[in-house]
């Protein structure tokens, strides 16, 4: 057996035994990352990951096409959302979408172009197969924002943050904050989907926005 695939066995291993440790009640309160498992792994830059991430068939439940989303280098946030928010020719054409655009332009002044948008899911998933859909992809993410090479990660939304990060907390312990996780700073915030239905949010989430503007 080549070297390569010994280190893909003990990945595998690893994360086997990592995953039986969480189902006997062990937490873990500082989540590292995981090196992608998935068989033919190999991407070296982003277009190439783009493309794998497009050709995915990892998942069966998936209900539309898969959206790598915006990874651009040496990004000055990665904003982080559950399911795609552009389409697959990264246009900003949902309701969600345009919030996030004026989010970026108007309350923190920076061009699209030094920003990343990216999702957990790289697909639409029924909500019951999101779980499983979110490990599969994970690899995919983690890639990502290697090559973004940002340091602060906006999570747009509670299940975002428990998906990343396996944390129990009450979401609004740490809503607003700046969190360590790993090599880098998380920001927990409102979900897209809460601002358009609770218009009256915006307020606390503009706040937040600019308290996280002044850390930047």
């Known amino acids: 057996m080549s070297g390569g695939n010994l280190q ?7 994360l086997k035994k990592l995953y039986l ?3 006997c009640g062990f937490s873990f309160c500082n989540p590292q990352f ?6 033919g792994f190999q991407s070296q830059n982003k277009q190439d990951l783009k493309s794998l991430i497009e050709s995915c068939k990892l998942c069966a439940q998936k209900s539309s096409p898969a959206s790598a989303g915006l990874c651009n280098q040496d990004s000055k ?6 399911l795609p928010v552009l389409d697959s020719q990264l246009r900003f054409t949902s309701k969600g979408a345009q919030m ?12 699209i172009q030094s920003v990343s948008i990216l999702s957990l899911l790289k697909c639409e ?4 197969a999101q779980k499983t ?9 983690l890639k990502q924002i290697e090559f973004a090479q940002g340091r602060v990660i906006v999570l747009l939304g509670a299940e975002v943050y428990f998906y990343l990060t396996q944390d129990g907390s009450h979401y609004e312990n740490v809503q607003g904050k700046m969190l360590k996780w790993n090599h880098f700073n998380l920001f927990p915030t409102f979900s897209l989907n809460q601002l358009l239905r609770q218009p009256e949010l915006k307020i606390k989430a503009h706040q937040e926005f600019l308290n996280l503007k002044e850390l930047l």
């Open 8 to 14: 893909t066995l003990h990945q595998a291993l690893l």
């Open 21 to 23: 440790l969480q189902s």
């Open 34 to 39: 995981l090196v992608p498992t998935q068989k």
């Open 77 to 82: 946030l990665i904003f982080l959302t559950l």
């Open 100 to 111: 996030l655009k004026n989010i970026i332009e108007r309350v923190f002044t920076l061009k």
């Open 125 to 128: 998933i029924p909500q019951n």
């Open 133 to 141: 859909c979110i490990e599969s992809c994970m690899g995919y993410f």
